[in-house]
């Protein structure tokens, strides 16, 4: 029995013996490959369909999305109100979604449930007709949503920063117009579904607590035969950066408030660079105790907060820094965070500041490995990017270890002034 009386001891994050626990592995019937974590203490459920069906993949503007968000709008047997109201009969929590590489579907829901919500699932992905009626609710709503957002720098900023890193042309630098959401047809996201929503490119990622019961059913559902399109296709882009490096753009001559982005170019997670770097950014703009935060909120007081992160793109990495400040201050606020980045190439990190930083990266690390949920992320995160358990066993070591040396040469190669593209919208 514990003894409630006595403190217990108390261990540095740095100690800790880390384990990722097991992804057993199926293939469906069909091939399709499901990764599963059976480990939850509720009689609860989650099952993700992922796809490579992002922006990557499309060949008009803002289909990507669309299908994603509309993939609830009807099927040939069952209107939106029809599908909206069974998820909700069984207090199913659905998600669909598409980014810059991947889509993705999924539903959380109780165990017992989930024969019931399967068979829908599977008709959602198969038959979805995408009816004219919810097409134009959503082409009415994204429109006045834009309209909307393009009065807001922060908007306009995000649009243009990685227009200048990739390109125009390039699906991390495009952005939407309002012409390209009024050119949404159904054919186009029929197609797409069709072509890029496949059992030939599907992965599914199943986590909670079930038997093989449940296991039985996603291959009924899912693995019985092929579905959609069996088609392959993966085009090439090529990033075709502006030369020019600095701007500022007025979007409201009345503004107050200024926002600022600064990017560069940055390798992909597969390069020795990318965990180091997790290392680095956490010190320089990665947490609410970072340097810029330290800096430029709590000290100069220009902003309510700064970020900085790298991109997790699969085709092309960058590292971008990001605030909001009052538009007075916008230019001060630059050279202050050039200057944190000065002091990171020239004055080691000392020893206390550096423990900080590995104990907040591993102790994050403890909380995402606690519940089936939150480890199938990880898992899913490595599988997507072709790595293997080792993966997480070396970005632990290399919290663990890295040294004040290595931190100031990765700054050395990363955080130079004339790398960056910057960009200030008012």
């Known amino acids: 029995m514990i003894n409630r009386k006595e403190t217990p001891q108390i261990f540095s994050p740095i100690e800790f013996d880390y384990k990722l626990p097991a992804c057993s592995t199926i293939n469906l019937d069909n091939g399709i490959p499901l990764y599963y974590v059976n480990d939850c203490i509720e009689p609860v459920i989650q099952i ?29 047997t069952k209107t939106s109100f029809q599908i909206n109201e069974t998820f909700e009969q069984y207090g199913a929590s659905v998600k669909a979604g598409a980014g810059n590489d991947w889509a993705s579907f999924s539903v959380s829901c109780m165990t017992r449930h989930l024969d019931k919500l399967l068979p829908l699932m599977a008709e959602l992905i198969t038959d979805t007709i995408f009816p004219q009626s919810e097409i134009d609710i959503y082409i009415q709503n994204a429109k006045q949503r834009m309209a909307v957002q393009l009065k807001k720098s922060d908007f306009i900023a995000n649009r243009y920063i990685d227009h200048y890193l990739f390109g125009k042309n390039h699906p991390y630098g495009k952005y939407s117009e309002m012409e390209d959401i009024e050119a949404i047809t159904q054919k186009d996201l029929q197609d797409f579904l069709k072509e890029h929503y496949s059992s030939n490119q599907c992965k599914i990622f199943m986590s909670g607590q079930f038997s093989e019961k449940e296991v039985s059913m996603v291959n009924e559902y899912f693995g019985k035969s092929a579905w959609n399109n069996q088609t392959t296709f993966s085009p090439e882009y090529h990033a075709e950066a502006t030369i020019e490096k600095k701007h500022r753009i007025t979007n409201d001559i009345n503004g107050v408030q200024g926002s600022i982005r600064i990017l560069r170019n940055f390798p992909e997670k597969k390069h020795p660079d990318f965990t180091p770097m997790i290392v680095l950014n956490t010190i320089f703009g990665g ?84 519940g089936a949920f939150q480890i199938i992320q990880r898992w899913k995160n490595l599988i997507l990017n072709n790595f293997t358990e080792e993966r997480f066993y070396s970005n632990i070591q290399i919290y663990k270890s890295i040294s004040a040396e290595e931190i100031q040469e990765m700054a050395k190669k990363y955080l130079n002034r004339e790398d960056f593209y910057e960009l200030v919208v008012v």
């Open 48 to 76: 993700e369909l992922v796809f490579p069906a992002g922006l990557w993949y499309e060949t008009k503007k803002s289909i990507a999305a669309a299908t994603a968000i509309l993939i609830k709008s009807g099927t040939s």
């Open 287 to 370: 947490y609410f105790g970072s340097r810029l935060m330290s800096n430029i909120r709590e000290d100069k007081g220009y902003t309510y907060g700064i970020h900085s992160y790298q991109y997790n793109n699969t085709r092309g990495g960058a590292y971008l820094i990001t605030t909001e400040a009052g538009k007075e201050v916008c230019e001060a606020a630059i050279e202050e965070i050039y200057k944190e980045m000065d002091l990171l190439k020239n004055v080691l990190v000392d020893e206390e500041e550096l423990t900080l930083v590995k104990n907040y990266l591993l102790g994050t690390i403890l909380g995402d490995l606690d």
